[in-house]
């Protein structure tokens, strides 16, 4: 089953000027529409915070996503963000996700 994606209306996306998703969308889709909630090396369920639950890497950029399983299987992208080092930037604002 393919899961449908839908950006939330909260949805924080990286700051202008950052290395933001661009050609990455067609990387986040394929691998968000397939078993979103199976973990793999760039895909991992967080420890409890107030983001989300899921976590997905592509290069430097960060997608933070919830999946809602019934009545049918919605990806719901909560924030983009770009890693630098070890911090995550979500809108021009350094997020800690502890």
Not at 26 to 31: H, T, W
Not at 46 to 68: K, Q, T
Request: hydrophobic letters at 35%; charged letters at 30%.
């Amino acid at each position: 089953m393919r899961a449908c994606l839908e950006c939330s209306t909260h949805c924080r996306k990286p700051t202008p000027g950052s290395e933001g998703p661009g050609p990455q969308l067609d990387s986040l889709a394929r691998q968000l529409a397939h078993e979103p909630t199976v973990e793999t090396r760039n895909r991992k369920r967080l420890r409890p915070n107030p983001l989300a639950p899921w976590e997905l890497r592509i290069g430097h950029l960060r997608v933070y996503f919830d999946v809602e399983e019934d009545p049918r299987l919605v990806v719901r992208i909560v924030a983009m963000g770009v890693k630098v080092r070890n911090r995550v930037w979500i809108g021009g604002e350094e997020v800690e996700l502890r």
